[in-house]
């Protein structure tokens, strides 16, 4: 099992950045594969990013490619999104996620087992 904490949200402006962390507790965090969701107010849980176990690279979701840039240390048991270019309509909250290996679809929250408690971006006009 690992635990997860999020950190890093707040309010910006659109066209800022912001750079969001995810912390797990335990020694095995490159056997993870982490992911990384948005979820804005009434609506689904959205699939952002996703880094695959054992430096296997990253995944997006086309709206961010290029935009949004997620990463890993495994030495510091600790992942990051960051986030360029920020745009209103990108107010959620942010939440990482883990799953034990890769063999599974990282798009989907469904197959992840364990999730932080989340953190507030708010990307004002």
């Known amino acids: 099992q690992v635990q997860l904490i999020e950190s890093g949200g707040g309010l910006v402006q659109a066209g800022d950045s912001l750079r969001l962390s995810c912390a797990a507790d335990?020694?095995?965090?490159?056997?993870?594969?982490l992911g990384w969701f948005r979820q804005a107010q009434g609506k689904d849980r959205e699939f952002v990013a996703a880094?695959?176990?054992?430096?296997?690279?990253?995944k997006y979701a086309d709206s961010y490619q290029g935009r949004f840039t997620a990463s890993r240390d495994d030495d510091k048991n600790t992942a990051y999104l960051q986030m360029n270019s920020l745009k209103p309509l990108e107010t959620a909250v942010y939440y990482c996620?883990?799953?034990?290996?890769?063999?599974?679809?990282?798009?989907?929250?469904?197959?992840?087992?364990?999730w932080g408690q989340g953190t507030q971006v708010t990307v004002s006009s």
């Open positions: 996620a883990a799953r034990l290996g890769g063999a599974f679809d990282v798009t989907s929250p469904a197959a992840y087992y364990f």
């Open positions: 335990g020694q095995t965090f490159d056997l993870y594969t």
């Open positions: 880094l695959y176990w054992r430096a296997g690279g990253a």
